[in-house]
């Protein structure tokens, strides 16, 4: 080993929110590790990403770090109400009834805070628990032998370690170093997703509401969804939009007064535009057992249903536990099991993921003939059997139950 050369068992490649939960989570088992982060501390974290934790994550977060899943359910909203309207006219709403959503004793079924919040959270248990931060030092390589992991930096600096996990995201230098390849397609609507600062004097009712073929918008499908201290508006392009039209801040400015009222075209902080990815690595693990990819270096999902960080957790912890039973194994046979056990685990999770929110997509773009009949119908007729009306309204989120049962207990 070089005089520059460090070692540590494990090491996370980036500092996002799962690179951040396997650190966490390594370092609450005693597992020696760092976070190597290409972006220098104190980094802007600029988009809209996830606004949405369910009760799972929270529990699960909870599990690893005392405290953690109540600091960000404390920190959070619950929208108690949710509505769906079909070309004007309301088809659905339900109202869960929920006041209190800061019990010290049991955390509530969701939580909604920007992501930049959900990582800063995050980040003070890593701090508390005193995970080591390598920031500023973009990872250029990754590579594997049956002994181990050799990682070198932009900057030359050479890092060994037993194991990797790569949270390094949807362009992830670990996955491509190590040969792994996504497989998927990519969809061909434009969605555009803009965040709004609330008017905290004057503020909205707390209701998640749905849309489909908004009159005002020519037709185009409309979500309003309420997190702390915002609104994020998502709006789905019709095929023959120009989304240059459409996205930039005046352009926002020009259509946003037409769903909400016109104090918020002055309270835009973000507006993003997505054509979604619906990708799956073709193995979560390399051929020498020794790198675990987690979050959207492993899959990349679009964000109807919540499924990105919602499962780059569980990813996060069920590499560690894959980590911890292989440093813990008696034969490089044993060890290998338990690394692949859990790659397998959590890409079948993943690919589970991913059919989940094709069927949304596939429910919200109401491309075919037949999706398309099946929601005029179920909107003409949900005074007579609510179910219809139950149905538009989960159908934009994919099916609500999880992918088959785990086989790692954590
Ligand atoms: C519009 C939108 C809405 C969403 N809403 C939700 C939601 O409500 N709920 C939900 O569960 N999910 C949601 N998601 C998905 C969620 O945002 C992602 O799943 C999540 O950000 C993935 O986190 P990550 O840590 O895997 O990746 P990232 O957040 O991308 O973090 C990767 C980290 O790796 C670092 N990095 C990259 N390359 C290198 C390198 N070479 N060396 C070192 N470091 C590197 C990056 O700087 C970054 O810090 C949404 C996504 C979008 C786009």
Redesign the pocket.
């Known amino acids: 080993m070089s005089e520059q050369t460090k070692k540590r068992t494990a090491i996370v490649?980036?500092?996002?929110?799962?690179?951040?939960t396997a650190a966490l989570t390594l370092k609450s088992r005693g597992i020696s590790c760092a976070v190597?982060?290409?972006?220098p501390e104190d980094?802007p974290?600029p988009?809209?990403?996830?606004?949405?934790?369910?009760n799972a994550?929270l529990k699960l977060l909870e599990s690893q770090y005392k405290g953690l899943g109540f600091t960000l359910a404390r920190n959070g909203i619950v929208w108690p109400v949710k509505r769906t309207l079909y070309k004007g006219k309301e088809v659905y709403k339900k109202d869960y009834g929920i006041t209190n959503t800061h019990d010290p004793h049991k955390l509530p079924p969701f939580t909604?805070l920007h992501?930049d919040e959900i990582?800063g959270h995050i980040y003070e248990a890593c701090m508390h628990a005193g995970v080591e931060f390598i920031w500023g030092?973009?990872?250029?390589d990754c590579q594997t032998t049956s002994e181990g992991v050799t990682i070198t930096?932009?900057s030359g600096d050479v890092w060994e370690a037993d194991y990797v996990i790569g949270?390094?995201?949807?362009?992830?230098?670990?996955r491509n170093s190590v040969g792994l390849k996504f497989e998927g397609p990519r969809t061909q609507d434009t969605?555009l997703?803009v965040d709004l600062e609330e008017d905290e004097d004057n503020p909205l009712p707390l209701e998640r509401i749905f849309h489909y073929q908004h009159p005002a918008m020519g037709g185009r499908n409309v979500m309003h969804v309420p997190f702390k201290g915002g609104w994020?508006v998502?709006l789905q392009l019709l095929e023959n939009d120009d989304p240059e039209e459409f996205k930039d801040v005046e352009g926002v400015k020009k259509w946003l007064p037409k769903v909400m009222d016109s104090k918020y075209a002055d309270r835009i902080k973000w507006v993003?535009s997505?054509r979604?990815h619906q990708v799956v690595a073709n193995s979560f693990t390399d051929e020498n057992h020794r790198v675990l990819l987690?979050?959207?270096?492993?899959h990349?999902?679009a964000?109807f249903g919540?499924?990105?960080?919602?499962?780059?957790v569980p990813d996060a912890i069920i590499a560690v536990n894959g980590i911890e039973k292989a440093l813990e194994s008696k034969s490089d046979e044993e060890r290998q099991k338990a690394i692949y056990a859990s790659a397998k685990e959590r890409r079948i999770a993943a690919k589970w993921n991913r059919d989940g929110s094709t069927t949304a997509l596939h429910h919200l773009q109401g491309e075919s003939p037949e999706m398309n009949m099946k929601r005029e119908v179920a909107a003409s007729l949900t005074a007579v059997a609510p179910k219809l009306g139950r149905w538009l309204d989960e159908g934009p989120y994919g099916p609500k139950f999880g992918p088959p049962e785990l086989t790692t207990k954590y």
């Open positions: 490649v980036g500092a996002g929110p799962v690179g951040l190597i982060e290409a972006d980094r974290r988009g809209s990403r996830a606004i949405f934790l369910h994550s909604a992501q990582e030092t973009p990872v250029a930096t932009e949270a390094d995201g949807g362009r992830s230098v670990v969605f997703v994020r998502d993003s997505y979604f987690a979050g959207e270096a492993a990349l999902f964000p919540a499924r990105g960080l919602n499962s780059g």
